[in-house]
C-alpha cells in the first residue's frame, strides 16, 4: 500500500490551505496598492488620479482621507499587508506537513481575528463613510472567504470537537510557541519593511511634484500721462 497516498482528510486540508495561500497572495496585493494610493494622496496629491480607486459611485477618497486610514503612523492597510504575508507562509506551512494541527489551528485563528477586523472596519464604512472603498470590500471579501479556506484547513468535523479542540492545542504547546514565534517574526518583518519604505519614500518626494507652476498676473497699469482720448498710445515696458 502506498504510504504517500493522501486520505480524504488531508486533501481537504491541501485544498483548504492552498484556496487560503492564493487568498493571501489577493489581499497582500491589494494592501500594498492601497498603501500605494495613500501615499500618493498624502505626499504627491498632484500626481494621484481620482479616478484610479473608483468603481461606479464608489471611491477610496472617503476611506484613505479618513482617520482610520492610519494606525501607528502608518497606512492601516500597510498592516494589512504584513497580515497577509504571515497568514501566507501558515498556509504553506499546512501545505508542507498537513498533519500538523498547528499550522491550521493558528490559520484559523488568523481567519476569526481578520473576520472581527472586517465586522469593526464594514460597520465604520456603513456608518461614518459617504462612500465605500471598493478595494476595501475586496478584502472584506476575502476576509471571510479566508475563514472558510481556513475550516476547511482544520477539518469542519474535527472543529465541532470543541473540547478536544483545546486539549489538542495544549499538547502541541511546544510546536505552537515554534510556530507562533515564526509567524510573529513574519509579521514583524513584513510590516518594518514596508514601514521603512513608506517613510523613506516620502524623503523622495515633494508635495509640490506634478503641480502647475503658479504664474503671478501682471500688475495694473498705474502710471499714465497724456490726454484722456489720445490719437497714439505708447506703452512702456521696463524690465528690471
Not at 473540547?163 to 505552537?176: G, H, I, Q, V
Request: one cysteine or more; glycine letters at 6%; a neutral charge.
Amino acid at each position: 500500500m502506498n504510504s504517500d497516498k493522501k486520505t480524504p482528510e488531508q486533501t481537504l486540508r491541501s485544498v483548504g490551505a492552498l484556496f487560503c495561500l492564493f487568498l493571501s497572495l489577493m489581499g497582500a496585493g491589494i494592501g500594498a496598492y492601497l498603501t500605494l494610493l495613500k501615499f500618493r494622496m498624502s505626499y504627491t496629491p498632484c500626481l494621484s488620479d481620482a479616478n484610479s480607486c473608483r468603481v461606479g459611485e464608489m471611491t477610496c477618497t472617503d476611506a484613505l482621507s479618513s482617520s482610520w486610514s492610519m494606525l501607528l503612523d502608518v497606512p492601516i492597510s500597510l498592516w494589512g499587508t504584513a497580515f497577509y504575508v504571515m497568514t501566507g507562509m501558515l498556509s504553506v506551512a499546512v501545505l508542507r506537513r498537513r498533519e500538523d494541527d498547528v499550522a491550521s489551528d493558528l490559520l484559523l485563528l488568523c481567519a476569526a481575528w481578520s473576520v472581527s477586523t472586517t465586522l469593526i472596519l464594514g460597520g465604520y464604512t456603513l456608518f461614518a463613510l459617504d462612500s465605500a472603498c471598493p478595494f476595501c470590500l475586496s478584502l472584506y471579501t476575502i476576509s471571510i472567504l479566508f475563514l472558510a479556506g481556513a475550516v476547511l484547513a482544520r477539518g469542519p468535523q474535527y472543529l465541532r470537537r470543541t473540547r478536544a479542540w483545546a486539549r489538542s492545542m495544549k499538547a502541541s504547546s511546544a510546536r505552537l510557541s515554534e510556530l507562533g514565534f515564526y509567524a510573529a517574526l513574519a509579521l514583524i518583518i513584513a510590516t518594518g519593511a514596508q514601514s521603512m519604505t513608506y517613510h523613506g519614500s516620502r524623503r523622495l518626494v515633494s508635495l509640490q511634484d506634478g503641480c502647475p507652476e503658479p504664474v503671478d498676473p501682471l500688475p495694473a497699469n498705474t502710471i499714465r500721462a497724456g490726454a484722456d482720448e489720445p490719437k497714439a498710445i505708447l506703452v512702456m515696458f521696463i524690465d528690471m
